[in-house]
C-alpha cells in the first residue's frame, strides 16, 4: 500500500473519530443534554403536581361525603323530632301529608319504598286556612 493510501485512511479514520466523539460530546454535555435534563425536570414536577392534586381532590371529596353523611344524619334526626314533638303537641289535630302533586313520591323512612306515587292529574285537599269561610 503506498503511504498517500494510508495517510488517507488514517484521515478518513480520525475525521469519523472526530465525528463521533462530537456528536457524543453534543449528546452528553451541549445544548440537547441540556434541554433533555430541563424536560426531564419538567416531566418530573409535572407528576409531582398532578400527584398531589389528586390526593387534595381525593381528601376533599372525602371529607364532603362524610359532611354530607353527617347533615343527613342530623337532618334526619330533626325531622324525627320535630314530628315526634308535632304529634305531642298538636295530638288528633295534626293533618297527615298529602303526596299529590310531588315531584316525586314519598320514601319509607326504613325500607326506601314509595308510600304513594305521584298524582299529576288528581288534585289534592284543600286545606282547612284555605277552604272558604
Known amino acids: 500500500m503506498p503511504a498517500d493510501s494510508v495517510a488517507y485512511v488514517g484521515l478518513i479514520i480520525a475525521a ?3 465525528v463521533v466523539a462530537g456528536v457524543v460530546f453534543e449528546r452528553t454535555r451541549g445544548a440537547a443534554a441540556k434541554r433533555a435534563a ?3 425536570a419538567d416531566l418530573v414536577q ?3 403536581e398532578l400527584m398531589r392534586y ?4 381525593q381528601r376533599h371529596f372525602g371529607k364532603s361525603a362524610e359532611l354530607l353523611g353527617r347533615m343527613a344524619t342530623d ?3 330533626f325531622l324525627d323530632h320535630f314530628v315526634s314533638g308535632a ?3 298538636c ?3 295534626m293533618k297527615a301529608i298529602d303526596a299529590n302533586g310531588l315531584d316525586r313520591p314519598l320514601l319509607d323512612a326504613a325500607t326506601g319504598i314509595p308510600l304513594t306515587t305521584p ?3 288528581m288534585e289534592s285537599e284543600p286545606l282547612a286556612e284555605d277552604a272558604p269561610k
Request: hydrophobic residues 30%.
Open 16 to 18: 469519523a473519530a472526530g
Open 38 to 40: 430541563k424536560f426531564e
Open 46 to 48: 409535572a407528576r409531582s
Open 54 to 57: 389528586r390526593e387534595e381532590t
Open 75 to 77: 337532618y334526619r334526626e
Open 87 to 89: 304529634e305531642a303537641l
Open 91 to 93: 295530638g288528633p289535630n
Open 119 to 121: 298524582a299529576d292529574s
